[in-house]
């Protein structure tokens, strides 16, 4: 093998061995491209809009942690049923609690985690640490979360908050693969103390807000004025949920519709601001976020997206159709996964994974871009760390250099020929 590829190789070995840190500099143009010319040769242009139709989006490499007031609490996610997390967790906590005077939430099954009752070190934050339950309103109780373990850990932070904002998530990786969690945790006084400080760069990954109602009306007409009661409704955050809502549930990955235990293919009408697209006809639909797009979207051949992509991703599991490929939609349409009456069974719908249950004949997925991201605080930048990620973790695009051609030298060509002319002499 090649010194490059050794040294690849080496880089890669550990999911979370990073590469140097880039140095700061401040970008010259946003991420997003400049905002495209509204003139189309001499004559033609875009009709004008009035000033309440225009949308202000702000770069994402300019988008920076700041505190109001300093924080004071913050929530500690710990990878359940591994051992190995609780010295971390003990350490951290201690030092949390000592030296930055932070009030500490943890999940109440810690509490009762009998390991971490054992542990020696226990007794330093024994009585010290508050827990919560998980229908709490936690927005107004959290200044920041602490993960400690792998994706699934930060993926369960997020189901904490389904009905407000979510407070910054730092998350160091103790886990498996960590795509998601930047941070080493024998950084951890530091990077830390960089939050606190604030000025911390953060990825806003969206999130899906799902609705799983047990009847269907397609109307397209009405879609707008709904839209318009909805960011009428949305100022006063109580807004009512529909009549013939059955669960509802805010997912960072995606949400997965497929045949579930039925020997028969799915059949799914999918539906895009109130227009039929397609009949969805196979295992399944996934419908999922830029993060999700290198989860389980990924090993169905759907594309991978940067988190900072507005945009929805529609990828069918094992269609029975060739040409039927996955699609990026905007960020802003509604869709909507129907079983239609004359399916030959039921389906199944799962939320991140979790909530999994039935969808009956008729019944539907409402799917929307949530106005609640999650603030994922960067290690680097939001464009370095996507990219460690995927090199790091998947091994994207890793593989030995090819060779150049050799060729012999002019000199070793000249001493050849002089061989050959003695000998034939």
């Known amino acids: 093998m090649m010194a490059r590829s050794e040294s690849v190789s080496e880089g890669t070995s550990s999911c979370k061995s990073r590469l140097p840190p880039c140095p700061d500099k401040t970008r010259t143009r946003s991420i997003y491209a400049q905002p ?7 004559k033609a242009c875009l009709k004008k809009v009035p000033q309440s139709q225009i949308m202000q989006v702000t770069d994402p490499s300019s988008q920076r942690l700041q505190w109001k007031t300093s924080p004071l609490t913050v929530l500690i996610i710990k990878k359940i049923m591994d051992v190995t997390v609780l010295p971390p967790f003990i350490e951290m906590a201690t030092w949390l609690i000592q030296e930055k005077n932070l009030v500490i939430y943890v999940q109440a099954n810690v509490l009762e985690d009998q390991d971490l009752l054992d542990h020696i070190g226990y007794d330093v934050i024994k009585g010290k640490l508050k827990t919560f339950k998980e229908c709490d309103e936690l927005s107004d109780k959290i200044d920041f979360i602490i993960c400690l373990g792998g994706d699934g850990t930060l993926l369960y932070a997020s189901s904490l908050f389904q009905e407000g904002s979510i407070p910054p998530v730092m998350a160091f990786n103790l886990g498996s693969l960590g795509f998601l969690t930047p941070f080493d945790f024998q950084e951890f006084k530091e990077s830390i103390e960089s939050l606190l400080q604030g000025q911390v760069a953060v990825t806003l990954r969206s999130r899906l807000k799902c609705l799983v109602l047990d009847s269907f009306e397609s109307n397209t007409n009405g879609l707008h004025q709904e839209r318009k009661l909805e960011a009428t409704k949305e100022k006063d955050k109580k807004k009512a949920d529909p009549n013939n809502m059955r669960f509802k549930c805010q997912v960072l990955n995606e949400a997965v519709i497929d ?31 830029p993060t999700g797009s290198t989860a389980y979207a990924a090993a169905a051949g759907a594309t991978m997206l940067h988190p900072n992509v507005p945009a929805i991703l529609v990828t069918p599991i094992c269609p029975h159709t060739l040409s039927f490929r996955p699609i990026v939609v905007p960020a ?26 039935e969808l009956q004949k008729g019944w539907c997925v409402r799917i929307t871009t949530s106005v609640f991201p999650v603030a994922s605080v960067c290690r680097t930048d939001q464009v370095t760390d996507w990219f460690d990620s995927l090199v790091e973790c998947m091994h ?26 003695s000998e034939t002499e």
């Open 36 to 42: 495209p010319s509204t003139s189309f040769g001499p």
């Open 396 to 421: 994207w695009n890793t593989r030995q250099r090819q060779k150049d051609f050799k060729k012999r030298s002019l000199k070793s060509n000249t001493s050849t020929s002089s061989v050959t002319s």
């Open 259 to 289: 045949r579930g235990p039925s020997p028969y293919l799915s059949n799914l009408d999918l539906y895009l601001d109130g227009r039929i697209v397609t009949t969805v006809q196979g295992d399944g639909l996934i419908i999922s976020t």
């Open 332 to 357: 802003g349409v509604e869709l909507k996964v129907v079983v239609p009456e004359d399916a030959r069974h039921t389906a199944w719908v799962a939320l991140d994974g979790k909530n999994r249950q």
